[in-house]
């Protein structure tokens, strides 16, 4: 699990984004179980943690993220007038991520306003929520608003990800790579 956290996850563990959101691919759930509060036990005392958002009969799809940076997000204007009108408990961040969770474990849709837990400008969030036909660009998100900066925190969070599968590969263990918040 802890290379798959890696691979997904850098830009989260690097501290220069708020939440990374990714598949796992389990052969028990004891396994997940066991694997998850392992890397939490290394994780929380970084600032960060590791939660199930959906599971399936073989894969989990979890989410990464720094309970002190989410808050912080969750402040934004835009974020909070767009959660609250989708039903949120805003500002409360737990009870925030408390209702993503309960959407994702009902089985709705994939929510729209994930993009607000992952760190993507809340303008391309609210773009994204209203349908809009006008995207400017596509890189880790729909960008309606300033393409050039998107474009600028997309190449950072590649650089970064290309930087610790090289770390990890030369033996550079999770807790290292995890820098604390």
Known sequence: MEET?????????????????????????????????RLNRLLIPRGLRLVLLRLTERSALLYLYRPSELEKDLKDHTADELLRCAG???????????????RFQNGEEFPHEIGFFLSYPPEDVKGFMEGRENCKAVCLWKVYGDKEKAQHI????????????????????????????
């Open 5 to 37: 956290v890696i691979r997904m996850a850098a830009p989260t563990l690097a501290g220069i984004k708020t939440g990374s959101l990714f598949p796992y691919y389990y052969e028990s759930r004891e396994e997940l179980g066991r694997e998850m509060g």
């Open 154 to 181: 997309c190449a950072r969070y590649k650089k970064c990800t290309e930087c610790y599968c090289r770390l990890w590969q030369k033996g550079r263990r999770l807790e290292q790579l995890a820098v604390a918040s």
């Open 88 to 102: 949120y408990p805003c500002p409360n961040c737990g009870a925030c991520l408390r209702h993503l969770l309960k």
